[in-house]
């Protein structure tokens, strides 16, 4: 079972730039394709970006194409998402997401697709 660890979140003015990583460990990395989601309170954790395992194919909800990139290091255990041009309504709690890949994946899943969760980290945008 992978245990997934967030870090890089902060407060940052609007027009600013961050980058997120998650550290896994517990598992084969390599083996899952890897989503970053953000939630607001009120509302549901909604997909923000995703890699598949074998960092071939890439997917971006359309809100954030051009300003954010998803990345991993299978070498270092580690995802990225790198947030540039950031804006008031990006903020959100970020989190990592990591499923078990066999086959033919879909990186548009939602939520319900990812068993395997970090505790999340803040990420403010001031305006």
């Known amino acids: 079972q992978v245990q997934l660890v967030e870090s890089g979140g902060g407060l940052v003015q609007a027009g600013g730039s961050l980058r997120l990583s998650c550290a896994a460990s517990?598992?084969?990395?390599?083996?899952?394709?890897m989503a970053w989601f953000r939630q607001v309170p009120g509302k549901e954790r909604e997909l923000v970006a995703s890699?598949?395992?074998?960092?071939?194919?890439?997917y971006n909800v359309d809100s954030v194409k051009g300003r954010f990139v998803i990345s991993r290091d299978n070498t270092k255990n580690t995802v990225y998402l790198q947030m540039n041009s950031l804006k008031p309504e990006d903020t959100a709690v970020y989190y990592c997401?990591?499923?078990?890949?066999?086959?033919?994946?879909?990186?548009?899943?939602?939520?319900?697709?990812?068993?395997?969760w970090g505790q999340g980290t803040q990420v403010t945008v001031s305006s």
């Open positions: 997401a990591a499923q078990p890949a066999f086959g033919v994946t879909d990186l548009r899943r939602g939520a319900g697709g990812y068993d395997y």
């Open positions: 517990g598992g084969t990395f390599s083996t899952y394709d």
């Open positions: 890699i598949s395992r074998n960092e071939r194919f890439t």
